[in-house]
């Protein structure tokens, strides 16, 4: 084919303008995530890197759990991509009559590779629109313009792809038809540089930086000390400062690829909330970030949504394209701290929290009367946390004597600290830091002297490890109760004889296996002691919230929602005899919810901690 | 429109509660002291009142009693965003709503205060008549049990709750003391800035003058026992009656 010098300039200037388009674009949004506070961070880079290979090459969260298909079908037009990028190349070049392949590369390419691909990618892509346009999942939302486009322009590249090579080989039309092929072809390479940096196709530049740069920890909250003798200027820094996103936070939403899974299995969500975290905590903020050209879009969250979020991490542990997605923690901290508008419920448990120290208001603890003291020559603090040491649920009371019960009989000694404050988790996730820096403080100074913890809420575990530590200095070890009752067990300390053969379960706490990373501790005690064991259809890390979590325990029932009653059905649907959780609120919730939900014809289901099972069939 | 706000210090639902040595008055020193809930009410419609004029309106939170009571309460209320406060240091204490109302009104009335809020009464002693006394005592138009205000051209509408469910709109003019009731709002919780500017602002103290007509005395203050005994009356009419006047006479000693 010859290329005439007035094809070749009409060709560099488009694209010329197609790069400059793409690179402006790009370059736009980069500035103002680089407004963002906090630094990325590229700590573990090993780590890191092989995160990138297992989710971007392996595409192991795109095609993971229903989407697997899907993903199967991304994963040929993202390949086809990628093999493309040579061709394209060398497609380009062939203008300047300079080309990289010679005859027998371009042939032997275009058959191992070029030709597969090619057929490949336009089934992936055939069957991602066939699932968009025809299935229609609702995640995925209203129809999109773009995505039609992406499939018209990628089914149109991989066609006349395969009309160029196949008359290279073998001419079969003539020359002009031949010319308007490259051009078409060539139109539509250059319309990508166009659609992609003003769309969600943004996430085939960002995604694999994104998935990089992701912080490990989940959630990763940045901590926001308050000194209350700041002058007035470092006040209104600081105020300044809860109006803005992290840089990490305004990368993820340029890289939102709006796939909808974040919203799929939201519990606030299911329960039929108002908040759908795609929009709410991601995409709302796109345009007012364009449009200011800044990072300071805290108050463009919707408020009623963010108080209706669980804090699960859900969200985030599903997003393929690397977003820490929850943003409840960045509004309500606006909310309660800027503008002082705080729900009537929560308060009034802040205020018990600020005068009393523990959640429920309460003078005393029965429980924490009747436990024996901590002494320093004893190995393990007991920290109780408000639920289990007011009796939030009077049956879990039980539950903790049986922990004991494992102590004793693995000749642990343990006691209980007699100044023991709320971690202060329902303020950390109500966004009073204020409150929450008090409780800490105190807690801080008492199990600084102290040197291992141990708990069965897996919210004080999270916040006396992993939350205080980014205020504090830490010298204390905080351990799960399930993780202690799995180390007992390993090192033969205790044993335990197989129950009966019920059917047991296990519902993952939250904030165990999506914070905590605790999957197989809980798991491998249960097992020991239940022969009929199975998995519930969401567990792991792939967990469904119990609807407690985000300090939702306290909100007062409006009656409407039913996001604290979907685990227990469908707990009540697997049909199982028994469900164990490793947690507190996760027990609470189970039997509230269980109780007055099961049907009629149907065995009433026990609810149990880890430690009842293990008690009760230890030997 | 120059608004004071009576708040009262008062043990919280959850403290325990126990008989000092005097045997005639709480252990103060074991106490959580809280603001009076529809105290808190009273404030936030003050507020609410003062942002819709977007004037050079003032509120003011006034307390009264002893400062290791009160400092906590005085100042939540100016992070909620009052503008000042007056602190009436009083270390007697006094209970009879005339004489409280006495030692209230000497302080407020070189204030010249257009309105005075109050709650419609304490949570711990609740007899429900200081807002209505002061005002009475400074010639002041008085309402009590405000579910509702609105600021019309130098009046104040009040909706009053009355029982069985009816209400009444009563208008009054300035200067007026409206004792309010709690529900009437959702109040605002204290912002970063709030709690922070609260250290700014500017409290006036002064000393009750001695209360010596104080016309109430608690003579012996005791915890209600409580306790589970159950005595089954049985027989003929005459019978059960004489046992029944026997317990009311001699046990409970209430006839």
Known sequence: MKFHIIEQIALVAFLSSGISFFLYQLLLRLKIVLKGKLDFSISDLPKRLLRVFDEVILHKKVASGKRKSAGILHAFVMYGFIFFGLITINHFLTAFHLDIFNETVRKNYFYFFGAPWAILCTTGILGLAYRR???????????????????????????????????HLNPFMNNTYAKINWWLHSGVIGGFLFLIPKSKHMHLVLSP?????????????????????????????????????????????????????????????????????????????????????????????????????????????????????????AIRSFQVMVEGDVPQEYQKLLRNLQETGNTEGASSSELLQRMPEYTPDKELVLWLGCFAKHAMDPNFVKSVENFTKILDSAG?????????????????????????????????????????????????????????SKYHDIKYEVKHHTQVINDLLEEGKININPGSLEKVTYHDPCNLSRTLDEVD???????????????????????????????????KDTGEGRTHLL????????????????CNFCYGMMNQGIGPLTPADQDKIEVKDVADIVAENIS | MKIAVLTKAIPSYESSIRVDSSGSWIDESVVNFVVN??????????????????????????????????????????????????????ENIDTDPLS?????????????????????????LGSGQTGVLIGELLGMSTATLGIETKMEDGKIKVKRELESGWFQWVTLPFPASISIQSGINEPRYPSLKGIMGAKRKDVKSVSASSSGDNKQKFIELFIPKTEKVTERIEGDVDSIVARMLDILKNTLKVI
Request: aromatic share 6%; hydrophobic share 35%; charged share 25%.
């Open chain 1, 521 to 555: 501790g809980p798991r491998n005690a249960i097992k020991a002691a239940a022969p009929e064991f199975f998995e519930l259809d969401e567990s792991g890390k792939e967990t469904l919230c119990c609807g407690a979590g985000g300090a939702l325990w306290w909100k």
């Open chain 2, 100 to 124: 409280i109302a006495k030692l209230f009104s000497e302080h407020l009335k070189e204030e010249s205060f257009d309105l005075i809020f109050s709650g419609l009464q304490s949570d711990d």
């Open chain 2, 37 to 90: 809930e529809s105290d808190s009410y009273a404030l936030e419609e003050a507020l609410q009142i003062k942002e819709q004029l977007n004037d050079d309106s003032e509120v003011v939170v006034v307390i009264m009693g002893n400062e290791n009571n009160t400092s906590k309460v005085l100042k939540d209320g100016l992070a909620k965003g009052a503008d000042r406060g007056i602190f009436i240091n009083n």
């Open chain 1, 133 to 167: 346009f025809i299935i229609k999942p609702e995640a995925l939302g209203k129809f999109s313009a773009t995505s039609a486009l992406v499939t018209v322009f990628i089914t149109t590249l991989m066609i006349t792809y395969l009309i160029d090579e196949i008359h």
């Open chain 1, 209 to 329: 930086f994104n998935i990089f740069l992701r912080p490990f920890e989940v959630p990763s909250h940045p901590p926001i000390p308050i000194d209350l003798e700041a002058s007035e200027e470092e006040l209104d820094e600081l105020l300044l400062d809860l109006s803005k996103l992290s840089k990490d936070q305004a990368l993820d939403i340029f890289t939102c690829v709006e796939c909808g899974r974040c919203t799929d299995v939201c519990p606030a969500n299911r329960g039929g909330g108002i908040l759908n975290p795609k929009y709410h905590f991601i995409l709302d903020l796109k345009d007012p970030m364009l449009e200011s050209n800044d990072v300071n879009v805290v108050d463009k969250i919707n408020v009623e949504a963010g108080w209706e979020c669980t804090t699960c991490q859900a969200c985030t542990e599903v997003c393929p394209v690397g977003n820490h997605v929850e943003k409840a923690d």
């Open chain 1, 567 to 582: 685990r227990a059905e469908q707990v009540i649907e697997s049909k199982t005899d028994t469900v164990v959780t490793g």
């Open chain 1, 412 to 468: 642990v000694t343990y006691g209980v600290l007699s100044n023991e404050q709320c971690s202060g988790d329902p303020a950390n996730k109500l966004g009073d830091k204020l409150t929450y820096q008090m409780l800490m403080d105190n807690n801080v100074e008492e199990l600084n002297k102290v040197k291992k913890v141990t708990t069965m809420c897996p919210h004080c575990v999270v916040n006396l490890q992993k939350e205080y």
